[in-house]
C-alpha cells in the first residue's frame, strides 16, 4: 500500500499535480471524517465484500467466475422489479422479497455457464464473461423498456417502494447491507473452516482429480455448486445496492464491482475476513478516488494506480513464497 501511495505520488509530481494536496484529499474523502468513512468508504465497500466472498468461495473450489458484474445487474434488475410492486407489505417482507429475488437472479444468470461447462465443457471463464456484456444490454433494455419510469423521459425506473428499502445508520448514507456483508464474511469462515463441504471445496480446488480420486469427490458438481452460489452472491449484492444506495436501476449503476471484486478476492488469498479488509481497503480507494479529482483537480482514475501496484506487489510476494516453500521441500 505504502509503495501504491509513493508510485502514485511521484506520478502526480510529475503530471505537475500538488501530489501532497492529492494525497490529503484522497484521505479526507476515504477517512477524513466519520461521514466520510461510513457514507463514502463503507458504502462502496458493501457491494465489493459480498461479491468478493462469491468469488472467493467460486475460486476456492476451481470454478473462475469472472462474471459477477454481469450477475450483479440479474440481480439489480430482480431487486428493482420486485421493489416497484411491494407497496402496502411490511417493511421486512418487502426488504426480504426484493433480497431474496435478486440473489435468486444471481444465481440464475449463473446457470447458463453451469450448464454448458457440465453439458458441453465450455470453460466457465469465457461463458460467465461473455454474460456480463448480456447483462449490461438487458439493463439498457429495462430501463428503456419495461421498467423505465413512468413519464418515460430518462433510461431510469421509477424508485422503488419506501418499505423496499434498507434501514439507514442514522445521519449517514450507510445501510443495513453492512451486516449482511459481515454476516456473509462469517458464514463462510465457518464453512471453509469447520464443515466437511467446505473441506471437500478445498480440496477440489487444490486439486479436482486427487479430489477424485483419494476422496471420492465429484469435481464437477462441486465447481457447479460452489458457481451457482457466487452467482446468487454477486446477485444479492445487486438487490442491496438497489434497496440501500441507488433505489431505482440505471445504466452504469455498478462502476465495476465485480471485477474490482476479483482483486479484492485475489489479495485477501480468498479468505472471508481478508475479503472484509481488501473490500474496505478498495471502497475507501474509490471514495478518496472522487475525493481527489473534486479537491485537487487529479483524475478519479489516477487511483488505480495504487490499486495496481497493491495488486503486483502481493502477487509478486505470493510468488515468492511458493518458490521458497518447494526449494525447503526440494531441499
Known sequence: MVLGLLVLAGGLELAGYDAANALAALWSGAAGSWYALTSATLVRAVPLIIIGLGIALAFRGGALNIGAEGQFYAGAIAATGVGLHVAGRAPAVAVLSVLLAATLAGMGWTLVPVWLKLRYGVLEVISTL?????????????????????????????????????????????????????????ILWYVFARTLWGFRLRAVGAGPRAAEISGGIDARRMGAVALLVSGALAGLAGGVEVSGVSYALFQNLS?????????????????????????????????????????????????????????????????????????????
Open 130 to 186: 461473455l454474460l456480463n456484456f448480456v447483462a449490461e444490454s438487458l439493463v439498457s433494455l429495462m430501463v428503456q423498456g419495461p421498467l423505465q419510469e413512468s413519464q418515460h423521459i430518462y433510461p431510469q425506473s421509477d424508485p422503488i417502494a419506501t418499505v423496499a428499502r434498507l434501514p439507514l445508520l442514522a445521519g449517514t448514507r450507510l445501510h443495513a447491507g453492512l451486516i449482511l456483508a459481515l454476516l456473509g464474511a462469517a
Open 255 to 331: 462502476p465495476g464491482y465485480g471485477f474490482t471484486a476479483i482483486a479484492v478476492a485475489l489479495l485477501a488469498r480468498l479468505h472471508p475476513v481478508g475479503v472484509v479488509a481488501t473490500g474496505v481497503l478498495f471502497g475507501a480507494l474509490e471514495a478518496g478516488a472522487g475525493a481527489m479529482q473534486r479537491e485537487a483537480g487529479v483524475p478519479a482514475v489516477a487511483v488505480y494506480v495504487v490499486e495496481a501496484v497493491v495488486i503486483v506487489v502481493v502477487l509478486l510476494a505470493e510468488a515468492s513464497a511458493r518458490r521458497t516453500t518447494a526449494a525447503r521441500v526440494a531441499a
